[in-house]
């Protein structure tokens, strides 16, 4: 005989796995630091800023 199954509980248990999941993208994604932020974005400038100063002008 097959297994009886709650389908309320299964669903249940579906969302949390789910949420779980996102909640960890959303550490990586958004989980910095103030510091982490501002030295990449100082980093982003010095980049454009070197690329932009080796431009020749015609």
């Known amino acids: 005989m097959a297994e009886i199954i ?3 509980k299964m669903r249940k248990a579906k969302a949390a ?3 779980a999941a996102q909640a960890e993208v959303n550490r990586a ?3 910095r630091t103030k510091a ?3 030295a ?3 980093e ?3 980049r454009t800023k070197l690329l ?3 431009k ?3």
């Open 29 to 31: 994604k958004f989980g």
């Open 6 to 8: 709650n389908l309320n």
């Open 17 to 19: 796995v789910d949420k």
């Open 40 to 42: 990449e974005a100082e």
């Open 36 to 38: 982490q932020k501002q």
């Open 56 to 58: 020749l002008e015609p």
């Open 52 to 54: 932009d100063d080796s």
């Open 44 to 46: 982003a400038y010095r």
